[in-house]
């Protein structure tokens, strides 16, 4: 015989049909003759029938749409995030390509722009050396004759009239130290007790100052190289050989040529292109007795000043 | 064995009337998930608010189930209907909005809808003593009051299993695959609920 509550645990699975037919037979026995589990068993059909019959719930009419922009939202996102996550590299690897490049070039022309000196700072040997040897040659020549150069006058002091002791050629060609040179501009641009001297000459005078600053301004603007190159050339007709050197350095395509006396000398510059200086310096030689250039010469155009002097004065 | 699965998976694919609306939503195709939407708003809004009671709750919950379904549809296999698996999520979510919840009222202090747990596992909550007459409560309206009020009162495992299978009339497989649970753990889970809701709804309404 099955107890109530054995019967009573069945019920919900008899109310279902889920029972085998040998335990369905058995509750339905059993509920037939005991009113308990047959009220139980209507109280559960009640209750699955409440539940049933509960009533459907509108979801807000605004439920889907939210939910859509919501979803709209992700769906954007999504390739958002894969672009966020390339966007930086389809940008950055052309302008970074494009800034390495920008910065190589700068490299290169920095580089370019200061090797010259470099390499002059570098190997300063050969040419000092060539430098050397000219400066040594004609000390060696006239040993013992010659006094070495003169220290640089610490004050300006009148130039005599009278032919003077003219420095040595060793000292003419020592045009490499740019403090000697600057100090022979001192000595030459510095003022000269006028003598009595004609109209022409203080005419002259002011075309050599108004030469010197145009050269000046020059070498402020940098067209051509600082310091210019000095060629001694020793002839016996002075003037004649000026005019003549004054024509061959216009054939020779030099510009702002210049010509002026002082001191007993003729002094012509102008400005030429470097590679130009050699072969002028052999047709200078056949005017006079030229003094060769130092060789390490500035790229590019250079001044000259060619001293056209007495053979005496040498 | 791969072989049968393979079958199996392909069969319950052609069984899926959402198969084609489910792969769209997997290429991205967010119209393709507005039909779905609109498919199958109400429902999961009913099992979400049977589950909750409160319908701010419920919307809130609703709207998150979907987000993540739609999130989450790629990984999608079609080992179960689109519909069962949508609505798993649903549960899910609303079984974790009723942990917050209850996390919240713990901070704020025990309350008297508070679930007591039975000898056998069942939650469920003492009927107020201030609770007007019953014989009021048996007007229609507002009897399913009462019986929404009772269904809160279980357990949410046993609540589950009742919403889907005496308010829904899901299958036991349905709700096996929605659940993720076992047959027998179904059936026992929802015996139990319905005993403790006839002796709920008796202890609030008296005869039913």
Same mark, same amino acid.
């Given at each position: ?53 509960? $009533? ?8 889907? !749409?939210? *939910? ?19 966007? &930086?590299?389809?940008?950055? *690897? ?8 920008? +910065? ?10 200061? %090797?010259?000196?470099? $390499? ?29 150069? &003169? ?6 002091? &009148? ?19 740019? !403090? ?75 510009? %702002? ?29 056949? *005017? ?6 130092? &060789?390490?010469?500035?790229?590019? %155009?250079?001044? +000259?000043? *060619?001293?056209?002097?007495? %053979?005496?004065?040498? | ?26 290429? =991205?195709?967010?119209?393709?998930? =507005?039909?779905?939407? @609109? ?13 909750? =009671?409160?319908?701010? #709750?419920? @919307? ?8 993540? @379904? ?30 917050? @919840? ?6 704020? /202090? ?6 007591? #747990?039975?000898?056998? /596992? ?13 014989? #009021? ?17 279980? =357990? ?17 497989? #349905? ?34």
């Amino acid at each position: 015989m099955t107890s109530c509550k054995d019967i009573k645990a069945l019920l919900p699975a008899y109310s279902d049909g889920e029972l085998s037919e040998r335990d369905r037979q058995l509750v339905a026995g059993h509920v037939a003759v005991c009113a308990d589990c047959s009220s139980l068993l209507a109280d559960l059909r009640k209750t699955q029938l409440l539940l049933g019959g509960l $009533e459907e719930v509108e979801p807000p009419p605004w439920l889907a !749409q939210k *939910i859509m922009a919501h979803v709209r939202d992700e769906a954007d996102k999504e390739p958002a995030f894969f672009k966020r996550l390339f966007y &930086p590299l389809r940008v950055k *690897i052309p302008i970074q390509a494009f800034a390495t490049v920008l +910065i190589a070039g700068l490299i290169v022309y920095l580089y370019k722009g200061v %090797n010259p000196p470099y $390499e002059a700072a570098r190997t300063p040997a050969p040419d000092q050396a060539a430098y050397e040897k000219v400066q040594e040659k004609p000390e060696a020549s006239s040993a013992g004759k010659v006094p070495g150069p &003169p220290p640089a006058p610490k004050s300006p002091e &009148p130039v005599p009239e009278a032919a003077p002791p003219s420095p040595p050629a060793s000292a003419r060609l020592d045009v490499g130290t740019r !403090q000697s040179e600057e100090k022979e501009l001192v000595l030459r641009s510095a003022p000269v007790p006028a003598p009595a001297v004609p109209d022409g000459a203080m005419r002259q005078r002011e075309m050599e100052e108004a030469h010197k600053q145009a050269f000046s301004a020059k070498r402020a603007a940098g067209l051509t190289a600082a310091t210019p190159v000095e060629v001694t050339l020793q002839v016996s007709d002075l003037k004649s050989a000026a005019r003549e050197v004054e024509d061959l350095l216009r054939e020779t395509g030099a510009w %702002n040529v210049q010509r002026e006396s002082q001191d007993g000398s003729e002094s012509v510059t102008g400005e030429l292109q470097r590679e130009k200086i050699g072969p002028l310096v052999e047709q200078l030689d056949d *005017i006079g007795d030229a003094m060769p250039v130092r &060789p390490d010469l500035p790229p590019g %155009n250079v001044a +000259i000043r *060619i001293r056209v002097v007495p %053979n005496d004065a040498r | 064995m791969f072989e049968t699965s393979i079958k199996v998976d392909e069969t319950t694919q052609a069984a899926d009337e959402d198969h084609d609306l489910v792969t769209a939503c997997q290429k =991205g195709d967010a119209d393709a998930f =507005g039909v779905l939407v @609109a498919k199958y708003q109400k429902k999961a809004f009913n099992i979400a608010f049977r589950m909750m =009671g409160d319908y701010d #709750e419920t @919307a809130d919950t609703v709207q998150e189930a979907f987000l993540s @379904a739609f999130r989450s549809i790629k990984k999608f296999r079609g080992e179960a209907k689109f519909s069962t698996w949508l609505y798993g999520i649903c549960v899910n979510q609303a079984r974790n909005r009723l942990k917050q @919840a209850r996390r919240r009222s713990l901070h704020e /202090g025990t309350s008297i809808d508070e679930p007591i #747990e039975t000898e056998d /596992g069942c939650h469920v909550l003492e009927p107020a003593d201030d609770d007007p007459p019953p014989d #009021e409560q048996l007007r229609v309206k507002d009897l399913q009051g009462t019986v929404q009020e009772c269904i809160g009162r279980l =357990g949410e495992e046993f609540r589950e299993v009742l919403v889907l299978r005496d308010i829904h009339g899901f299958s036991y497989e #349905e709700i096996r695959d929605i659940l993720d649970i076992p047959d027998g753990t179904v059936k026992s889970r929802l015996f139990r609920a319905r005993d403790v809701l006839r002796d709920s709804l008796k202890g609030k309404i008296g005869d039913l």
